[in-house]
């Protein structure tokens, strides 16, 4: 809309006073009046430049804080031994299997990776379509990719543990020669003519991609345009959001690993819900050239997995950069599953622990868990701050990704429609003021200090999934987590607990959750109806 179908006022500044807490005086209205059409002059002449949803920001998050270093060494990365290193009459069994167990398998050339595809192939035409966690097979591809990782294996050339392993990528991660759709109805019939790194890198390491997997309409719950994402452990319940596919399909044995995305949530809260395995990295450990833009400084993409340590293999060949996403840092993972946990300081959030009201058995039973383990766990106090008034900081920049589709009302096509969902929140975000956007990062820098003051005595700490403001808070300030199974609810549905690491430490992070992971075994209780 131009100037000429709404002139702009004093009367006009004065009722937009309200929006933003201000009060102008008649003659300020007046003086600032001129400056205001300037404004919206600069604001139609920007808007007729096209911005593909690809172009970031010339200004650039890091959650570094000041002072802060890590060691550049590497060292070899060792990984645990395979539980399983025989391939089992029953194929539904099969396809529980860890990565590292079919790794070995198809290693030692007891099983190749053409048949495992064909396993998770079969398993994702019979159970995707009640599940609703399939946007597209890429069966073509996979066969192609698993011949040739077999061709590869026979003639001596083995790449590593991902060698022939078939996985899904939330479809939000562009893949050359298929659809990446976003989950949502404006962009069902769009081809990004890219790999997106993380499949490129994939691809490197010799995984297969077998199915581009639902994800919430740009990023969003799990109600896609195609259906809603059901929890493997419970039809009649959704999978939650967004990594909705990547979950579903990983807990209920489809594929072997799925790559998520998370900007507040959408991994740990899919992971939860299916009681699965989920990563987020450090913000500038992954990049993420070639995937769906929903928040540059705080969008972050990480594996979903069955077990902690498949979470550290899968890790382990998508971190690093591409010369592309320019907030990608290259730091060390020294991981070892054989940690002394004894001797580190293990931290957990006290008040959230003794929340009466709001913490359940299974996160207490977490606590006496790793006690068990010979730690004694340390109280932890989060920073006291308004976290929740910074959460517009995600609504302006997705509002900013997606403004083409609020101008040309083409959000009119998202399935949600309610106040609740992208369409409203994109629209209300345009009254957020540049001003007040900056004001908020500028807390969060702030933040970073103060959780850089609070992880400089402890290693990792434990939370509550979704205690307090924790989930919020370590998103805005990058902090990597490992939400994992910790139990089963009175109906039968998965629970979880999440561990915080430091950042650019996955290493310890998942070494600690590993150590807890292997002592309760709830990742082992996956859903009846597909384990036949």
Request: hydrophobic fraction near 40%; aromatic fraction near 8%; proline fraction near 6%.
């Amino acid at each position: 809309m131009s100037q000429k179908q709404h002139p702009i006022r004093t009367q006009t500044i004065q009722q937009a006073e309200a929006l933003i807490g201000l009060n102008f005086t008649p003659a300020e209205r007046d003086s600032l009046l001129d400056e205001a059409k300037e404004h919206l002059k600069s604001f139609e002449t920007l808007r007729a430049q096209a911005l593909p949803n690809a172009i970031p920001p010339a200004l650039h998050f890091h959650p570094i804080p000041v002072g802060f270093q890590f060691s550049p060494h590497q060292n070899p990365i060792s990984f645990g031994p395979p539980a399983h290193t025989d391939v089992p009459a029953n194929e539904a069994e099969l396809a529980f299997y860890s990565v590292r167990d079919l790794g070995e398998l198809i290693r030692t050339k007891k099983m190749t990776a053409t048949q495992l595809t064909q396993l998770y192939l079969k398993r994702l035409k019979t159970y995707g379509p009640e599940l609703e966690c399939v946007i597209t097979l890429t069966e073509e591809l996979a066969l192609a990719q698993a011949k040739r990782a077999d061709e590869e294996i026979a003639a001596g050339k083995y790449r590593g543990p991902l060698h022939g392993i078939p996985y899904g990528a939330k479809d939000l991660l562009a893949t050359k020669g298929y659809k990446t759709t976003w989950g949502a109805t404006p962009y069902k019939e769009q081809i990004i003519d890219q790999d997106a790194t993380v499949i490129q890198k994939l691809e490197t390491a010799g995984a297969i991609l077998v199915a581009k997997l639902t994800l919430g309409a740009l990023a969003w719950g799990d109600v896609w345009y195609g259906g809603t994402t059901r929890n493997p452990h419970d039809l009649k319940q959704g999978s939650s959001g967004s990594s909705a596919g990547s979950a579903s399909a990983t807990s209920a044995g489809l594929v072997a690993f799925a790559i998520g995305s998370e900007t507040w949530g959408s991994i740990v809260s899919p992971a939860t819900r299916c009681g699965v395995t989920g990563l987020r990295p450090t913000f500038g450990r992954v990049s993420r050239t070639g995937a769906m833009t929903l928040s540059w400084s705080m969008d972050k993409l990480g594996p979903i997995c069955r077990t902690v340590e498949d979470a550290a293999i899968v890790f382990d060949a998508l971190r690093g950069g591409d010369g592309i996403d320019q907030t990608v840092v290259d730091a060390p993972f020294n991981y070892t599953p054989q940690i002394d946990i004894k001797s580190l300081r293990i931290g957990y959030v006290q008040s959230l622990f003794e929340d009466k009201e709001k913490t359940t058995q299974t996160d207490l039973a977490t606590l006496d868990a790793i006690k068990n383990l010979g730690v004694k766990p340390i109280p932890t106090t989060l920073p006291d701050a308004p976290i929740e008034a910074l959460s517009f900081i995600l609504s302006a920049e997705a509002a900013a990704a997606f403004d083409d589709l609020t101008r040309t009302n083409r959000d009119d096509l998202l399935t949600r429609q309610i106040k609740n969902a992208w369409p409203n929140v994109f629209r209300a975000a345009r009254f957020i003021p540049a001003v007040e956007y900056i004001q908020a990062n500028r807390l969060r820098y702030q933040l970073i200090q103060d959780m850089q003051q609070i992880m400089q005595d402890i290693d990792v700490y434990i939370v509550p999934s979704f205690g307090g403001n924790n989930l919020l808070l370590t998103n805005l300030t990058g902090h990597p987590c490992v939400t994992l199974p910790n139990g089963f609810d009175e109906t039968g549905h998965p629970l979880s607990i999440s561990f915080i690491g430091r950042l650019f430490d996955e290493a310890t992070l998942l070494a600690v959750a590993h150590q807890y992971q292997v002592a309760t075994t709830f990742h082992l209780q996956h859903p009846v109806r597909y384990r036949k």
